[in-house]
């Protein structure tokens, strides 16, 4: 999710993101899955960074208050177990902030959720990759993750496959989750540009779990030039480019089901990175179809969900220079 990527329309490398080696998370019953937060109708979402890089390296108590939605990424594949995921605070990062456990952060993520805020265990990146190809996999990785969930307290699953998608499997996890969870399941998804143009695996995987969707947050970043639902060619960086783009998922999902992708700053992703004022003018045109560029949306989508950024590190490391504005913009909304 932080790793340069050209794409184009035609020809396109999937982006990548970051990932860290975490040890296994103790076994918890599904009996006492918390309940999730309700989030806000214009909701942010940051990834909290559980390695280390030149972002700032923060516990997540240090996470601003202008985070509705955190994304603890990522969980790992166990190598011990086809399917399975492993979670826990990456030992370089414990070591960075001078000591931080898995309780501590267990701790971390009670306190903020009873401030409002939810959380998601995100699965993938750069280098992060989670073997679905079999049903047995699949039955393994919702007994680990629905054991991590419980276990920290988290609200649910984001999916950031980016090395290959078995959509029909992941369905199946996904649906299973959620049995196992109950109705307070979060579902988030982070999907490459590529991935949901029309055909795009990720668009596959949405049509059949859409009633479970909470929400899709694109990755306009590290991509290249795409096709929009208008027809046209948009270039990245520009308000079009995220405009022609998310229209496509607003054809198939509910608005709130429906979330814009910016890197927090030009080190966190390796092309893409705009100014909040061109976030703010892409979210204006698709709720009041205001402050577009050349591609106008049919109407506005007044419920919106709101904005995604890799990484609430990054945005961090430049003094909250992403979310401020962004979280003023978002509030600002009808």
Same mark, same amino acid.
């Given at each position: 999710? @932080?790793? $340069?990527?050209? #794409?184009?329309?035609? +020809? %396109? /490398?999937?982006? !990548? ?9 103790a076994p918890a019953t599904a009996a006492t899955a918390p309940t999730a ?25 240090n996470v601003p208050d202008s985070y509705d939605l955190i994304a603890l990424?990522? @969980?790992? $594949?166990?190598? #011990?177990?086809?399917? +399975? %995921? /492993?979670?826990? !605070? ?239 913009h978002l509030d600002s909304l009808p």
């Amino acid at each position: 999710m @932080a790793v $340069a990527a050209l #794409a184009s329309a035609l +020809a %396109v /490398t999937p982006a !990548v993101a970051q990932a860290a080696t975490i040890p296994d998370a103790a076994p918890a019953t599904a009996a006492t899955a918390p309940t999730a937060p309700a989030l806000p109708k214009h909701q942010l979402t940051g990834y909290w960074q559980n390695f280390v890089n030149n972002a700032k390296p923060l516990r997540v108590s240090n996470v601003p208050d202008s985070y509705d939605l955190i994304a603890l990424a990522f @969980a790992n $594949a166990d190598p #011990a177990r086809p399917g +399975a %995921v /492993t979670f826990g !605070v990456d030992p370089q990062l414990a070591t960075a902030l001078g000591g931080y456990t898995d309780a501590d952060l267990k701790a971390d993520i009670a306190a903020k959720k009873a401030a409002g805020k939810a959380f998601v265990l995100s699965v993938g990146g750069e280098r992060g990759n989670v073997d679905l190809s079999s049903p047995a996999n699949a039955s393994n990785f919702v007994d680990s993750v629905g054991k991590i969930l419980t276990d920290y307290g988290i609200d649910g699953l984001d999916i950031d496959l980016e090395h290959g998608l078995n959509v029909p499997n992941t369905a199946s996890a996904i649906r299973q989750l959620r049995e196992r969870t109950g109705p307070d399941f979060h579902l988030t998804m982070a999907p490459q540009t590529l991935d949901v143009q029309p055909g795009g695996s990720y668009l596959q995987l949405i049509e059949q779990v859409k009633d479970l969707v909470t929400v899709v947050h694109t990755q306009y970043y590290n991509s290249g030039s795409m096709n929009g639902c208008d027809g046209g060619v948009h270039s990245q960086g520009s308000v079009d480019f995220i405009t022609a783009q998310a229209c496509i998922l607003l054809e198939t999902l509910r608005p709130d089901q429906v979330s814009l992708g910016l890197p927090a700053s030009p080190s966190a992703a390796g092309s893409g990175y705009v100014d909040p004022s061109v976030i703010g003018n892409a979210l204006d045109c698709l709720t009041a179809v205001t402050d577009c560029g050349s591609f106008r949306p049919a109407q506005g989508h007044p419920g919106l969900s709101g904005v995604m950024t890799w990484s609430i590190n990054w945005d961090a490391t430049s003094g909250g220079a992403f979310s401020n504005p962004v979280r003023a913009h978002l509030d600002s909304l009808p």
